[in-house]
C-alpha cells in the first residue's frame, strides 16, 4: 500500500504532555498538508509544505504547535503543552502540484485529559 | 477564510434510490471543486471532481453538478447501496488551498 501513512493512530496523553506525530506521504507527492477535524466539522487547515519549504500556516494555529518536512518527505506535527481543546482527529494529506486531488491519510485520533 | 456550507447536515435514503447532497460555496474565484466520502475512523477519500468551466460530471454511480451562478455545488449517487452510507464533504479549491464544508451525514436504509 503506498498511501498516506499516520503514526501513531491513536493517542492518549495528559493534560500539558508533548505529543509528536508522524506523516508519510505517497513518495511522489511534493505537498503535504496537516489538517485537524473535530466530530461533525470539515477538516481544518493547519499548515502545508511544498517539498521541505513550510508555505502556509494557519492563523489560528496556537504557537504550541509546530510542524517540519525537514527532507520533503515524511513529516512531523508537534503540540506542547497539550490542552484538552486540542484533543480531535489530525489528518495529513498530499498532492502533486500538477494534480490538486488531495489524498488523505487515516488520521491520528488525539485525546487529551 | 472560506466559507463553504451544507444544507442538510443528515440525509436518510432507501436502498435502491438515488441521493444528493447538496452544498454552498462562497468564493466565485475558486477554479475546482471536489467531493469527499469519510467513513467511520477514516481519512477522507476522493469521489468525483469537476472544474469551474464545468457544469456537469459523472463518474460511477455519482454525478456532481455546479451551478455558479447560485455558487452551488451537488452530487448525485445512483442507486444508493448500504455502503455508501458515511459523511460527505464538500471542498472548494484555491490556488493550494482546500477549504472544507462541515459535511452531510448520509444513512442507507436497507
Known amino acids: 500500500d503506498t498511501g498516506v501513512s499516520q503514526n501513531p493512530r491513536h493517542k492518549i496523553t495528559k493534560r500539558g504532555q508533548n505529543v509528536t506525530f508522524r506523516c508519510d506521504p505517497i513518495s511522489e507527492h511534493n505537498r503535504l498538508y496537516w489538517y485537524r477535524q473535530t466530530l461533525g466539522q470539515g477538516p481544518e487547515f493547519l499548515t502545508y509544505f511544498q517539498n521541505e519549504a513550510q508555505l502556509e500556516k494557519s492563523r489560528l494555529l496556537s504557537d504550541r504547535f509546530s510542524a517540519e518536512r525537514p527532507k520533503g518527505s515524511f513529516s512531523t506535527l508537534e503540540i506542547q503543552r497539550t490542552e484538552q481543546g486540542d484533543s480531535a482527529m489530525y489528518l495529513c494529506?498530499?498532492?502533486?502540484?500538477?494534480?490538486?486531488?488531495?489524498?488523505f491519510g487515516s488520521g491520528t485520533q488525539l485525546s487529551v485529559l | 477564510g472560506e466559507s463553504v456550507g451544507l444544507h442538510l447536515p443528515t440525509l436518510s435514503v432507501q436502498e435502491g434510490d438515488n441521493s444528493i447532497i447538496n452544498c454552498a460555496y462562497s468564493?466565485?474565484?475558486?477554479?475546482?471543486f471536489i467531493w469527499y466520502k469519510q467513513e467511520s475512523g477514516k481519512g477522507p477519500q476522493f469521489i468525483i471532481d469537476i472544474r469551474s468551466n464545468m457544469d456537469k460530471r459523472q463518474g460511477q454511480r455519482v454525478t456532481v453538478l455546479l451551478n455558479k451562478t447560485v455558487k452551488h455545488l451537488s452530487l448525485q449517487i445512483a442507486a444508493t447501496q448500504p455502503g455508501d452510507s458515511a459523511v460527505y464533504f464538500c471542498a472548494e479549491v484555491g490556488g493550494s488551498q482546500f477549504y472544507f464544508g462541515t459535511g452531510t451525514s448520509l444513512t442507507v436504509i436497507p
Open positions: 468564493n466565485s474565484a475558486s477554479d475546482y
Open positions: 494529506a498530499s498532492s502533486s502540484t500538477q494534480a490538486k486531488k488531495l489524498f
